[in-house]
């Protein structure tokens, strides 16, 4: 279960660190407007949605750590579009990577809350929902503090204004390859059936105190 948190706080933390970054950088890279700036998100949100709604059509006949992985290697993609169009001075690339993006969301977001939903132990869903709380937490900590940070460090340096975004989006690409190798730790069969066991000895201990106390 800890290896399936540090994967969902990678993965969050690329999904929601781009979203403190793409509209600024869209202003600072191809000069436009606001007007222009806030349909941004709109893009990627209505691709999102879309994406999801197919994605979750599917649910069920793609293995869901097929589907992560998919979504994953979009993601990266999607941001060395990204980062490439501020330093090819191309809309078309960057418009492209917004699109990528919000096509590899809703792919994420199926597989992860299925996955959380099959290594959930009953009983103990409380504890599931919270974990999955904490790493959205987590997550969006790490990526709005980590992509500002080294954006605002690289700015720093002589006329690197667009390489400081450049960095902030390949840092999230990282983040998105580092969860790639994480995931391939997860194992859900395993997790569940150390989990059947687990819950038939506590049921037997169960069914033992309570026959004892019959007794």
Known sequence: MQTFFIYLVLMLAAVL?????????????????????TRI????????????VVTGALEGRVHKLTVARLASLIGIA?????????????????????????????PA?????SLMLDMT???????????????????RLLGSLVTASVRDLVQMLPNSALIGYAAAFLLLGLFL???LLILRQVNVQAFQANTSSHLSAEAVIERAALANDIA
Do not use: C, H, M
Not at 42 to 51: D, E, K, N, T
Not at 92 to 103: A, I, K, P, T
């Open 17 to 37: 660190g781009q979203d403190v970054l793409l509209e600024p950088f869209a202003a600072r890279a191809f000069g436009l407007p606001v007007e222009v700036t």
């Open 78 to 106: 999607a941001f060395g579009l990204v980062a490439a169009s501020g330093l090819f001075g191309s809309q078309g690339l960057f418009y492209l990577g917004v699109v990528l993006l919000g096509l590899a969301t809703g």
């Open 109 to 113: 977001t199926v597989a992860n809350l």
């Open 41 to 52: 998100t709109s893009i990627w949100g209505g691709v999102y949605l879309v994406s999801l």
């Open 177 to 179: 390859a580092a969860s």
């Open 121 to 139: 132990v009953p009983g103990k869903v409380g504890l599931f929902i919270g974990a999955w709380g904490s790493a959205n937490a987590f997550a």
